[in-house]
């Protein structure tokens, strides 16, 4: 993936990220290209705080990919930060070529750089694609996650 240049997201690639999220069988349930208003509250948000970065893979203009890092400042471990890696997304006509491994790892160096000692993602149970893609890169499925949905 040399042709590929890992880049801070700008408003006018919302669009495309929003697509991104959209175009698989979790996203398309719950995203919606429609009105892109509370995507644009949510950039704006990520985009002022230092401690979030949102990225995307571009390849000669167009967008191939996208993921949001953030880095968590945590008492455990010694006082150590984390990555939180979300929102991993390669296009269709990309995926099979290398590009998510990219991305991941991109996202490991940018938090070792960060002084994290642990990078940390969740996938939907239903993602066994991914989850054999996390673990050749070194992921350890370490821990059960919850969550709850408050609207």
């Known amino acids: 993936m040399t042709d590929v240049v890992i880049r801070t997201a700008t408003r ?3 669009p495309g990220i929003v697509a991104m999220i959209a175009d698989d069988q979790l996203g398309a349930a719950r995203e919606s290209l429609d009105d892109l208003t509370p995507y644009e509250r949510a950039f704006a948000e990520i985009d002022a705080d ?5 990225v995307v893979a ?6 191939v990919g996208t993921l949001q890092l953030t880095i ?7 006082g150590s930060s ?5 929102a991993v997304r390669v296009s269709a006509a990309a995926r099979g070529t ?11 160096e940018e938090s070792r750089s960060r002084g994290c000692s642990l990078v940390q993602l969740t ?18 499925s370490s821990h059960e996650g919850f969550k709850l949905k408050l609207s």
């Open 58 to 63: 571009d390849r000669n203009g167009e967008l």
């Open 123 to 140: 996938s939907d149970k239903t993602r066994t694609e991914a989850h054999r893609f996390y673990e050749r890169l070194g992921f350890v």
């Open 72 to 78: 968590i400042p945590g008492l455990s471990r010694q």
């Open 12 to 14: 006018a690639d919302l």
């Open 50 to 54: 230092p401690n979030n970065l949102l």
């Open 82 to 86: 984390r990555g939180l890696i979300e």
């Open 98 to 108: 290398g590009l998510g491994t990219t991305l991941i790892r991109w996202a490991i």
